[in-house]
Structures are given as C-alpha cells and as structure tokens.
C-alpha cells in the first residue's frame, strides 16, 4: 500500500473514531485539542479527514475490481 493510502486511511480512522466519541459520549476530541470546534485548527483537522475520505472512496473501486477478478478466474 502507498505512504499516501496509509495516511489517508489513518487519518480517516481517527476521524472514525472521534465521530464515534461524539456520538457516545458527545465528546470531540478534536475541538478539545485544538481549542473548540471553530478554532481555525479544527477546521483544518475537519477539512483534511473530509479529504482523506474523499480520497479513500478510490477503495471501493479497487476492491470491487480485485474482486471480480477473483471472481472470473475461479469459473
């Protein structure tokens, strides 16, 4: 796997997990952080996990063709 796929799935685990705080506990570990949620920080973290995202859909693609592939070579 890439340096930039691994990032990116990192960081979309770490937002993975403070949404999961926020919906426990209604805790944001990252507004508690970087000095609330409209700090100019936060935003940035906000913004770069919106990314990695984005940019982790490419997955999806990429394991549906692996698995067809898989698929047609065992008929």
Same mark, same amino acid.
Do not use: E, K, P, Q
């Given at each position: 796997m890439r340096t930039l796929?691994?990032?990116a799935l990192i960081l979309l685990i770490i937002g993975g !997990?403070?949404? @999961?705080?926020?919906g426990l506990f209604q805790f944001? /570990?990252?507004? &508690?952080?970087?000095?609330?949620q409209d700090?100019?920080?936060?935003?940035i973290v906000y913004i !770069?996990?919106? @990314?990695?995202?984005?940019?982790?859909l490419k997955f /999806?693609?990429? &394991?549906?063709?692996t698995r067809t592939d898989n698929t047609t070579?065992?008929?």
């Open positions: 796929d691994m990032v !997990i403070n949404w @999961l705080l926020v944001d /570990l990252v507004a &508690s952080i970087f000095g609330g700090s100019m920080l936060s935003r !770069i996990v919106g @990314l990695c995202a984005l940019y982790c /999806l693609s990429t &394991s549906r063709n070579t065992r008929a």
